[in-house]
Structure formats: structure tokens, C-alpha cells
């Protein structure tokens, strides 16, 4: 029951997140195909220091993340969570990222960067939601959680 509830916490709170943010299209140049979020790739995925110093990211993308690390901070917490809460943290994990993603208007070596943190992210995420035994849904979530901490590392946020 006490699961039943902390899942439905973490739900409603990603839910009202997401609802205060929503966009219903993409601007004129994602629909254009300028914006492209899966093109963008590289051979080695190592996310590294833009010469020592932090990414940039945009207000919007901080914001996401934000709400990423709240819900992931939450869920951290919750007392013995069941395999099915693991599995709505990845769901809920799922959509905060497709929401990142939908709502990013990044360019240039400061976007790239940003894809090279999120791919993991998003196979770990991935697996989460699928995942059908308990003990490797914390070690997963437990990737999760570091690959989501480490996002302040390597960003900050536009002065």
C-alpha cells in the first residue's frame, strides 16, 4: 500500500510538471527538420568539460532536468520500492526526458554535449521500464540516479 502511495506521488508530481510546460508543436524549425535530436552522435559517447569549463545549457532544458532530478530524488527515498514502482519511475523518467527533448532549442558543441549525458540516460532509462527483476532494477536505477547527478558536473545553466 505504502508503495501504491510514494508511485502515486511520483506520478502526480510528473504529471503536473509536465502539464505546466506542455507544448502542443514544435516551432516552425523542428518541423522543418533543423532541430534534430537524434542526429546528433558521436563515435566515443565521452562526455567531457568544454575546456575545463561547464556546458551551457537553456533555462528551459535546466528546468527539465530540475524536475528530472526532483522526481529521481523522491524515488531515492521511497522505502523499498516494488519491481512495478521501478518500472513507473522509468515510465515517468521516460516522459520528463521526451519532454527535455521536445522542448530543446539548443544548438551547436553546448547541444551535442547535452546528448552525449542523455543517451545513456535514455537506454538505462529504457531498461528501467521494462526491466522484470527487482534487484536489477535498483542496480539500474542506481546508474540512473549517478548519470542524472553528475548532469550539474559537466552544465550550468545560462547567466
Same mark, same amino acid.
Given at each position: ?12 508530481? !510528473? ?7 506542455? @507544448? ?11 532541430? %534534430?535530436?537524434?542526429?546528433?552522435? =558521436?563515435?566515443?559517447?565521452?562526455? /567531457? ?8 545549457? %537553456?533555462?528551459? =532544458?535546466?528546468?527539465? *532536468?530540475?524536475?528530472?532530478? =526532483? ?5 531515492? !527515498? ?28 539548443? @544548438? ?15 537506454? @538505462? ?7 522484470? %527483476? ?11 540516479? /549517478?548519470? !542524472?547527478?553528475?548532469?550539474? %558536473? *559537466?552544465?550550468?545553466?545560462? @547567466?
Amino acid at each position: 500500500m505504502k508503495n501504491l502511495f510514494i508511485a502515486g506521488i511520483i506520478s502526480g508530481f !510528473v504529471l503536473f510538471s509536465m502539464s505546466c510546460h506542455q @507544448q502542443e508543436h514544435h516551432n516552425d524549425a523542428d518541423r522543418a527538420g533543423v532541430h %534534430d535530436h537524434h542526429a546528433a552522435t =558521436t563515435a566515443d559517447n565521452n562526455l /567531457t568539460l568544454n575546456n575545463g569549463a561547464k556546458w551551457v545549457v %537553456d533555462d528551459v =532544458t535546466a528546468d527539465n *532536468y530540475d524536475g528530472m532530478k =526532483t522526481m529521481t530524488d523522491m524515488f531515492a !527515498v521511497a522505502p523499498s520500492p516494488s519491481l512495478s514502482n521501478y518500472q513507473i519511475y522509468g515510465n515517468d523518467m521516460s516522459n520528463a526526458l521526451n519532454k527535455m527533448i521536445k522542448e530543446c532549442k539548443m @544548438q551547436g558543441p553546448d547541444h551535442d554535449a547535452l546528448h552525449l549525458w542523455m543517451e545513456p540516460l535514455t537506454g @538505462q532509462i529504457n531498461e528501467l521500464r521494462s526491466i522484470s %527483476d527487482s534487484a536489477a532494477a535498483k542496480k539500474v536505477f542506481d546508474s540512473v540516479r /549517478t548519470r !542524472v547527478d553528475a548532469f550539474n %558536473d *559537466y552544465f550550468t545553466e545560462a @547567466q
